[in-house]
């Protein structure tokens, strides 16, 4: 039997991954190929920033793997985060609309989970959309859409959930006097695990895209750059973390190796579809969650995670298709995270539930070349400091710290020329597009998290 | 003769370079060499942040000839500006001393000259210490460390003065109506001029080296990268501009065509020095005089121009010395504004005016290799933002914004893990030192100019 003598060719591949006794999934085979469509593997970093990519321009260290993945692909060089931190991101990614449409995505972050920290029961997901397209689905990593068992990601279309639900963990299991996270979770019950977190999630997404059939949707949410920031093998370093937002810990060296570490195991996640020949039939998507954190490069933007400046929204944003997206190009296209529910679902045959349209595009005809990169109009919103944002074009109206500003992208990436003097109509404008986008959202609360953006870092004073 | 025979043998090098005409100085005939001391060449950027030559880490541009002079020299990593903004490190410059021991010292920066921004008459300078041991001194560019006449460079050691007494100036000659400075003078009287400012400071560099006999001391202070930022070619653009600190106009694109045309002319400058095979026989110095301002890169610094962070403080620093320094080396020494004055004393064989001694270091021997690099201890102060800083060793204690903070330099450059918890004891130390140091300088008054640090980008909210 054809099917037979391909598994066991699978197996002599895995074999030299040490995959062997892993069952491997056959979405590659052949026979199948024309009638199944693409595996999807999304890998999402968390706040990794514009530049900490070699193949976007970060200096002191490489990543080849993405480099790589980026030079048989599109490298994006305007994709941007839904917000400027992370669970509004992901809400707006697993929604496929502006967060603020929910009372969750109101939360920036989520930090202890309230009852109403959950999405609404039944609501669509890029994960159940894909699960009625009869992919098979798991999200491993990092959830924060709320806590399990109630808003677990397997209330949400997920078949598969292996990480943590909160903001953050620690890399390295901790003692149990350690009031920092590092627990794990496998579809609701405690996981035993020890090692590099990067390693063990990616170990993970192994074992899963090696054990299962048919076409797979693998959200693959690392950790990684997110604080604590302990390099592999920095076991005692990681014992000393006691609260992710501490601000007397971590240095360019130790970020540096948890990047490299990152890339090498999105290496081995590659590596995996090449040995069970999935690669030409799997989707690879690369990006994250919002702009880089303090020891991140996000040359040429100015601004940090947390703002709404281009360095706190800008993100890598990497695609490979093969035969469908030409290799080694860059694209002009804005893209950004709500936009991946459309157009990963328009790849599998699908689309978003009409009752719940899309906020974002699909972009899959620019994507492979069919049309033309077009002008964009987004926006953003973040309690923190009172931001608001708009860009439309290449234009962008900023309001933040008190402070109102228009910039044009497309001369100043820097956003340190403020035109709004000289283009009072074109202000006006984006400021008014900005005020009817908002009264269409929920309006955040008072109870709603926020903190003070300039007490972070010495020179936000 | 063969000094004629070497003049006629100058005239025809000096021809491919347009110099055809002008009297050669005959500083590298190898008859004087013996007898006579090093010219020296001092190069100041205005602005150039850390990494904003490619030898430094700038990628959407290169700087072939400072690369260049760097792979002939010493490229420090660690050098420093004595201040954060430009008059005040000038003064530091100049009198090889903290500027805070002069009232002029206090004006951060000089903005209206009053009668005590000045230099006290016969005050020693790098200059007038330089003419005392036989050089012709000059100073092209900017000065701004007092008006003139009163405070003219003439009148504190610079034999010969062409350029601008402000802190900036257009890079075009403006109509009359436009209020943004474009004045030159030379040694007292109006320049009139035409073309692109960068080109016609250098080419006077060219005309004054090429002009005289002996050893010489040229400070040839640019006015690039500094605001306005137009770039060459761009006399329309030039006109727009009505006053330095217009907070609407520039962009990277400028940025990188003026740092680039700096990179020529300095070039020029050089290839004047070949051709006059005065090479071997000048230190050339290239530095800045501040960190750099809103498009410069400055990493792995954070902190821009006004601020005490490294980013605002650490310079680009290259001295080139045929014979002496080993070139294509770099160095971890610690080198500040005001060693310069020692250091090149020494180099001329001679030694500060002990009434005026140098809280700067004579580091030849370092930068020769005589001795290894070792630590020091500096300070530094600025009134916008109440700003202090120390520091010993690797460790820095920064005051800004109201909040202090110690950073460990060697294991955290950009200045975000606060270590002032984990060492109570180092940095109630180094706190004292500056109380100690600041105890023993001239206190701002109020009439010193300040501003709001917070109010300037849209970044610092």
Redesign the interface.
Known sequence: MGVVATRRELLRSAAGLGLAGMIPALAGCSEAKAAQPPNILFILADDLGYADLSCY?R??YVTPHLDTLASQGVRLTQGYANSCVCSSTRIGLVTGRYQQRLVVGLEEPITTPKPTDMLPAGHPTIASLLKAQGYRTALIGKWHIGGAPAAAPTNYGYDHFYGYTGGGTSYYPLSAANPMPDDLISNGSPVAWNGYLTDVLADEAVRWITGGWGPFFLSMHFNAPHAPWTAPGDMAGAALWTDALD???????AFAKIVVNLDQNIGKILATLDALHLANDTIVVFTSDNGGE??S?M??F??VKG?L?E?GLRVPLILRWPGKIAPATTSPQVMVSMDFLPTLLAAAGGAPDPAFPSDGENLLPVLTGASAPHPRKLFWRHKA?DQAAVRDGDWKY?R????E?LFDLA????????????EPARFAQLRDAWTAWNAGMLPYSAANFTYD??QV?????
Chains 1, 2 share one sequence.
């Open positions: 321009g200096r002191d601000r007397n810990r971590g240095n360019l060296d303090r020891f490069e040359w040429p100015t601004g703002e400046l360095g400091g900023l933040l710290g008190g402070k500003h001369a100043d990436a820097r956003e340190r020329a403020d035109r709004s003097a000289d953006v300039t870092d010495a020179d936000r004073y």
